[in-house]
Nanobody, 128 residues
Framework: QVQLVESGGGSVQPGGSLRLSCAASGYTYSIYSIYYMAWFRQAPGKEREGVATIYTIGGSTYYADSVKGRFTISQDNAKNTLYLQMNSLKPEDTGIYYC??????????????????WGQGTQVTVSS
């Protein structure tokens, strides 16, 4: 059973930075059973949206236009951990951030239905 546990959320002022982590267990990257990992977020009253996606084998990354140049997704296969470095945070980045994994060989970037494994979420609040 794959388990994903996020950490690193919190409150920060606009322009600040946070780094989210997602610890994965129940499988190993080395057997490539999870082909895509991603970060999604959900603000109150809004639909869940894809923020960043990484192809775990080749390392290709994809970002929502709203976070390009500010957020960086990365992985540490030795630690089975996914990261999201968030810089120049804005109030509109506020929401619950979820880590997700997909065992599909192809996904539509940003489509939550393509991801079968989810963490419990961590709150990020950007406010002055």
């Amino acid at each position: 059973q794959v388990q994903l546990v996020e950490s690193g959320g919190g409150s920060v002022q606009p322009g600040g930075s946070l780094r989210l982590s997602c610890a994965a267990s129940g499988y190993t990257y080395s057997i490539y059973s999870i082909y895509y990992m991603a970060w999604f977020r959900q603000a109150p009253g809004k639909e869940r949206e894809g923020v960043a996606t990484i192809y775990t084998i080749g390392g290709s990354t994809y970002y929502a236009d709203s976070v390009k140049g500010r957020f960086t997704i990365s992985q540490d296969n030795a630690k089975n951990t996914l990261y999201l470095q968030m810089n120049s945070l804005k109030p509109e980045d506020t929401g619950i951030y979820y880590c997700a994994g997909s065992s599909r060989h192809t996904v539509v970037v940003g489509r939550a239905a393509d991801f079968g494994y989810w963490g419990q979420g961590t709150q990020v609040t950007v406010s002055s």
